[in-house]
């Protein structure tokens, strides 16, 4: 069971970052995946360079927070799986800024991405991952859902509603063979922190807080995420797995 074959998965926002290591790894742990993102020019690169190493990949221009794009994915998953093993709802952004600064659209843009997206996205595949049987759901939260750590409070909100949404899910789905789990990283190496991370005076105070004084990378968070697609973390359901090198247990 330390593999992903004969599974049908699919993962949002896979051309960088933690979804595209994410793809990357279930691809080689035998899964076939289905991968979206908004960038159609990044989506074809990534699936064709992916398909030429032989691996079952269909990449799906796709914004998490468009009824039409979502409604894509579902007609694409009805007419090639007509079942689904695997949903990773990885797809999230930040908008950085005082509380008070934001406009509505820019708070309502983050909380739609990060936290209705991944609702609506997990409500219309349900049939799909109940045909299953045996299916996994994903959230990727954040040390942020759990503490301020500086990232906003839009941002924070939308990724402490996603673990409770994960921990509501998995209670309502159990009975569908569905569990429903997060993945809650501190900050890790991908395109969404890379200014951030470049400024010395933050990565310093990142460092200080984190005992393995140092940042994740990418393939430590799809590790996870992996591990919590197999059949072998079957009886984990509801449950958040925080990878954060030490930071939250670290009171000095
Ligand atoms: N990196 C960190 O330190 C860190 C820490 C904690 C949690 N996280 C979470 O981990 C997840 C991945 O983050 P990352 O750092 O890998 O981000 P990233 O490097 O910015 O990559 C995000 C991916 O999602 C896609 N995406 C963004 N919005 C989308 C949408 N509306 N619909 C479909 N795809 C969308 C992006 O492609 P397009 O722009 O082309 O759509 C890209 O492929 C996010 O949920 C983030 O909140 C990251």
């Known amino acids: 069971m330390w593999n992903l074959e004969n599974k049908k998965a699919i993962v949002t926002?896979?051309?960088?970052?933690?979804?595209k290591a994410a793809v990357i790894?279930?691809?080689k742990l035998g899964a076939e995946v289905l991968f979206t993102a908004r960038n159609e020019t990044e989506v074809r690169s990534l699936e064709n360079e992916l398909k030429k190493k032989g691996y079952k990949v269909h990449g799906l221009t796709a914004d998490s927070s468009k009824k039409e794009d979502n409604q894509n994915m579902v007609d694409w998953v009805s007419s090639n799986w007509g079942k689904l093993d695997i949903l990773v709802n990885n797809a999230g952004i930040n908008i950085r800024k005082q509380a008070s600064?934001?406009?509505e659209e820019e708070f309502r843009k983050v909380?739609?991405?990060?936290?209705?997206?991944?609702?609506?996205?997990?409500?219309?595949?349900?049939?799909?991952?109940k045909e299953s049987g045996n299916a996994s759901i994903i959230n990727?939260?954040?040390?942020?859902?759990?503490?301020d750590?500086?990232?906003?409070?839009p941002y924070a909100m939308s990724k402490s509603g996603l673990l409770q949404q994960s921990r509501s899910l998995a209670v309502e789905w159990a009975q569908d063979g569905i569990r429903v789990n997060s993945v809650s990283p501190w900050f890790t190496k991908t395109p969404l922190?890379?200014?951030?991370?470049?400024n010395?005076?933050?990565?310093?105070?990142?460092l200080k807080r984190t005992p393995l004084n140092r940042v994740a990378e990418a393939e430590e968070i799809s590790a996870i995420i992996s591990f919590l697609a197999m059949d072998k973390s079957s009886f984990i359901t509801g449950q958040n797995i925080v990878a954060d090198g030490g930071m939250s247990i670290n009171a000095l």
Do not use: C, W
């Open 200 to 206: 010395d005076k933050k990565m310093n105070s990142i």
């Open 13 to 19: 926002g896979g051309t960088k970052g933690i979804g």
């Open 111 to 129: 909380l739609e991405i990060n936290l209705i997206a991944p609702f609506e996205i997990s409500r219309i595949l349900h049939p799909f991952l």
């Open 101 to 103: 600064d934001y406009s």
């Open 193 to 198: 922190t890379e200014g951030y991370l470049h």
């Open 25 to 27: 790894e279930f691809l």
């Open 140 to 147: 990727v939260a954040s040390s942020a859902a759990i503490q």
């Open 149 to 153: 750590v500086g990232t906003g409070t």
